[in-house]
């Protein structure tokens, strides 16, 4: 069973900056389309970005484009989320998801929560002041 996991959140001001990582002991992440998705008090869990198995097409909401970039290092099979202009509104528990290219295709960088069937615990972003 691939088990993901994330790296520590933590407490950043507005408009500050915070990166976070994923990675999968004993597992690569090669064949795996990778998503960030994250879950605020009271709503649902949402797609924040995504990025293909193959690196070369990545896939934002709305609300994080500019601001917010998914990568990916095969070398070190990690996967990144780098947060910038970080607003209070970015509060959440964010995840990080994985599922395989050969069910979701090798270009494609998908969004949905059904899309994905491995999922991390989750790691605790708060932007405050």
């Known amino acids: 069973q691939l088990r993901l996991v994330e790296s520590a959140g933590g407490l950043v001001q507005p408009g500050g900056s915070l990166k976070l990582s994923c990675a999968a002991p004993g597992f690569t992440l090669d064949y795996y389309a990778m998503a960030w998705f994250r879950q605020a008090p009271g709503k649902e869990r949402e797609g924040v970005a995504s990025i293909s198995s193959s690196g070369g097409t990545t896939n934002y909401a709305d609300s994080v484009k500019g601001r917010f970039t998914i990568s990916r290092n095969y070398a070190k099979n990690t996967v990144y989320l780098q947060m910038n202009n970080l607003q209070v509104e970015d509060t959440a528990l964010y995840y990080c998801?994985?599922?395989?290219?050969?069910?979701?295709?090798?270009?494609?960088?998908?969004?949905?929560?059904?899309?994905?069937?491995?999922w991390g615990q989750g790691t605790q972003v708060t932007v405050s002041s």
């Open positions: 998801a994985a599922e395989l290219a050969s069910r979701l295709g090798y270009y494609n960088a998908p969004l949905g929560e059904t899309d994905f069937g491995n």
